[in-house]
């Protein structure tokens, strides 16, 4: 997704792999502190943030269901994410603006 920022209402999918996102660290272990996002990876096992994309999750039902903080179990779940790409958010490539979401 890396040569897709700007694209909006697009799909893209990972693996719940973490949260707490800093714009240097992101934690791979719970428990999680911050419900405002969480990082996907195409590989359920990835713990370098380098290899995953930044979630921003806004206020509302989407970030109600898929934040780290209330719902640890979603992390290594598979989720299909529908917003707009974006190059950077907290360093690396991110989805933002989130309409829809799905677990597979």
């Known amino acids: 997704a890396r040569n897709m920022a700007g694209k909006e209402d ?3 999918y990972g693996y719940i792999v973490g ?6 660290k992101a934690s791979f272990k719970g428990p999680f502190s911050s419900r405002t996002n969480i990082v996907i990876s195409s590989k ?3 713990t370098d943030r380098n290899a995953c994309m930044s979630v921003q999750l806004s206020t509302g039902d989407i970030r109600n269901a898929l934040n780290l903080v209330d719902h640890p179990e979603n992390q290594g779940k598979t989720v299909f994410l529908r ?4 190059s950077s958010y907290y360093g690396i490539p991110g989805v933002q603006s989130l309409t829809e979401y799905s677990f597979r």
């Open 19 to 24: 949260g707490d996102l800093s714009s240097s």
């Open 44 to 46: 359920s096992s990835t």
């Open 83 to 86: 917003g707009n790409i974006c």
């Open 10 to 12: 697009v799909w893209v």
